[in-house]
């Protein structure tokens, strides 16, 4: 069992900006303070694929903390959600994968619907 592992989820304010859903994880991921009333992130122990729809493409951004890395390729992770929908990794390392799915009117593909 082992509890929360991995998760998926779209962001909306990037609207399709990798450089911006990467900041979104950074943000997802920074280690929380326990004593602050609202917290936030303290998920960077959790592997996590995120979504955020622009006009133009879908971006998706997909991490995979260093203790889940023998267990689980951050890039074919990736490859395998993307080529469902005919996208294309943009970078790949380890930890942090990025890649995008295209509008494509002729095969209706739209990222926002």
Partial sequence: MGGLQFF???????QG???LLVESMKAMNA??????????????HIGKMIFSA???H???????PEEK???????????VVLGAFGGEVQRAAK?????VVKANQDKGVFPLK
Avoid: I, M, N
């Fill in 95 to 99: 930890d942090v994968c990025l890649g």
């Fill in 54 to 56: 622009g006009v133009e």
């Fill in 58 to 64: 879908l971006a998706v951004a997909a991490y995979v």
């Fill in 31 to 44: 280690k929380s303070d326990p004593t602050e009333e609202e917290r936030k992130g303290g998920s960077g």
């Fill in 69 to 79: 890395q023998s267990e689980l390729s951050c890039e074919e992770w990736l490859k």
């Fill in 8 to 14: 998926c989820t779209a962001v909306d304010e990037p």
């Fill in 17 to 19: 900006d990798l450089e």
